[in-house]
């Protein structure tokens, strides 16, 4: 079933019935910021793009001279303190996209995004947290992806096979409805 509103597919995958699963961290969990930033230092020094979802992780790293590849934020932390943005990027894109849902056009911006050798900022109206998925789908192996464990502290996937072969499963149990 296809529903289309000005020739854009207005369906979401929504994880309603994954919260559980969803809410564990799914890679490295960093509770020491010295040791968050060293790791990640050294983890672009290798030529390694760096990826954020989430306003706090993207603003520790720009407070300390890391500035991600590609950045997705919503302008907000813990869904209500406002985040203000220190750094302007050449690229910037906007999206919608709801809570506990990831729309279908998002993996595609977000795929052609990671394409560009200039990367950029993606502005979520609504929420980024879920958008890790289609990041994660469409970055190289090796790349660095980190979003915000709330109250424990930044979670750093290193990009490979098993991680999206982990994510996939994930987006296969989500259920499919209209935004």
Known sequence: ???????????????????????????????????????????????????????YVSRVLEEN???????????????????????????EYRVTNEAGKIRFEIFEIIENILKDRDGGVVFVNGEEDLLVIPV???????????????NAGAVVIIVNEMIKWRVRDILEKAVVEEC
């Open 136 to 150: 994660i789908l469409s970055a190289n192996n090796g790349d660095i992806v980190i979003y915000g464990q709330p």
């Open 1 to 55: 079933m296809e529903i289309r509103d000005n020739n854009k597919v207005n369906l979401c995958f929504a994880f309603d019935n994954l919260r559980k699963e969803l809410s564990r961290p799914y890679g490295i969990l960093f509770t020491n910021n010295k040791v968050f930033l060293d790791f990640v230092s050294k983890s672009i020094q290798q030529g390694f793009k760096v990826i954020t979802v989430g306003d």
């Open 65 to 91: 001279g890391i500035i991600p590849f590609l950045e997705v934020i919503d302008g907000k932390t813990k869904r209500s303190i406002p985040q203000h943005r220190a750094i302007v990027k050449n690229k």
